[in-house]
């Protein structure tokens, strides 16, 4: 194989390419998905405010009485514009929702990953160093646990936690009502609007209310990245450039440490990426339990009041930022590891 063929420009431009296909294929899901579901979407919206004229004139307006190819012609067009339509039920863009409501997610997405990573990738390493003894075992334990529990079980446990021990402590919402008023709304990031106000007051109570929530997430991801971390350095610890640093007298932390550790975390940056995913769906009962403001919590509303419209975009949305993800992990990937290059 040729020096080009594994140059870092031509696997990004590849992985590019693929973007298509799988955005397609993800677009016809959505579009397919929702259209099987029974009933009319106007009418379970909004058929009891409105005549039978007013809602077939609603119902041309959103395209329902067109052919199933046009209509699917026409939400790609859409989504190519970046348009994902207007809900049904309160008439609002869903760009507008994404806008207000999408920094609340990603603050609870990044916080959450952080607590993740905080978590499992040094309980792995224990583990992996430790491997088939008691406290491996015990580690492993709390990885399975933390990935199996329903995350509004741990979320509703952990707030009683806090209410009982931690008199004071905020539980549920963003921030406190004086903190949403005088925070003025320059870039639709809460804790950021915060920052460019030097509003140190607000930054701390904006901190707190994060605590809570984003930690209950991280437990869902902690437990995948546990049991990835141990394997990868159980393994890297059985490679002979591992035992030759060993014959050479290095400290076994060193050799854990500089050797081992370094070449576990490789696989470990790829489905971390991939646990975005899991972690999206995740927030979605996260800004459920927590009356957290957020993305979720708004496609659960629209998704109780059966806005066609309204989950379309939003699910869209998700699907989109969900391979752009993927894509930036991939890309991550082959700068940290030039073997994914070929």
Known sequence: ???????????????????????????????????????DPVTAAVGDKLGPEELAARRAALGLDRPLVVQYLEYLGDVARFDFGATISDRRPVLDIIANQGGATLTLTLGAFLFACAIGIPLGRLAGRRRDSALDAGIRLVGVVSYAAPIFWVGIMLVGLVVA???????????????????????????????????????????????LPCFTLGLLLSGVIIRLVRINVIRALDEDYVEAARARGIPERRVVRRHAFRNALVPVITVIGLQFALTLSGAILTERTFNWPGLGNELVTYVTARDYVAVQGLVTFFALAIVVVSVLVDILNALVDPRVRY
């Open 1 to 39: 194989m040729s020096p080009a063929s594994g140059s870092l420009p031509r696997y990004i431009a590849v992985r590019l390419l693929l973007v298509l296909p799988m955005m397609w294929v993800l677009l016809t899901m959505v579009f397919l998905l929702l259209r099987v579901a029974p009933g």
């Open 165 to 211: 021990y931690v008199p004071g402590w905020p539980t549920f919402g963003i921030a406190d009502s004086e903190t949403l008023y005088y925070v003025p709304d320059r870039t639709g990031i809460l804790l950021l609007d915060a920052l460019l106000a030097n509003d140190g007051v607000s930054l701390v109570d904006i901190l707190q209310h994060h605590v």
